[in-house]
């Protein structure tokens, strides 16, 4: 019985790391919202208007989350450039495990704080999986989301996309 119990652990931890776009949220406007930087700045979304944007949702606790969080230094490397900006929203973490996670991991995107209210109206009723990923158009529209560690050339096809609406 215990072998079966860590089968199934297993798949579902898998299922969860695969597991793509939801698509409650596709097409919808990204719920706006305002938060402090990990170096207690004001931050706002909307600031970004007319950039595809990457909203990486993470915490410090979540091991796929800090994995991830190379990929997304990978993708602000080779798109910034190409009018796209990766935000880092550090769920469920308070600013001092942030920060020490982010000195030994340096990024080169910005990463703000998250809120309850803001992981309500980007969670809703589905519960927290985390990493995930969203991806906005220049008009702040959700083209894409994925739940669970996402490598950037995975992401690369949606990205491109994405990129190019902004042109």
Do not use: H
């Not at 939801?22 to 919808?28: A, I, L, N, P, V």
């Amino acid at each position: 019985m215990p072998a079966v119990l860590t089968a199934l652990s297993c798949v579902l931890t898998w299922s969860m790391l695969v597991s793509g776009c939801g698509d409650s949220q596709k097409g919808r406007l990204a719920p706006p919202f305002s938060a402090k930087d990990r170096n207690g700045k004001d931050f706002n979304l909307g600031d970004l208007k007319g950039k595809a944007v990457i909203l990486y949702f993470w915490s410090t606790w979540a091991p796929p989350s800090r994995l991830g969080i190379s990929q997304m230094v990978r993708v602000q490397s080779e798109y910034r450039k190409r009018n796209l900006a990766v935000v880092g929203v550090a769920i469920r973490d308070e600013l001092k495990p942030v920060n020490r996670f982010l000195k030994e991991v340096p990024v080169n995107f910005q990463v703000v704080l998250g809120s309850t209210v803001m992981e309500d109206s980007y969670f809703g009723g589905e519960g927290v999986k985390l990493p995930m990923i969203l991806l906005l158009d220049g008009k702040g529209v959700i083209r894409e989301r994925f739940t669970g560690y996402q490598a950037k050339d995975d992401l690369a096809p949606v990205i491109e996309q994405m990129v190019d609406l902004t042109k």
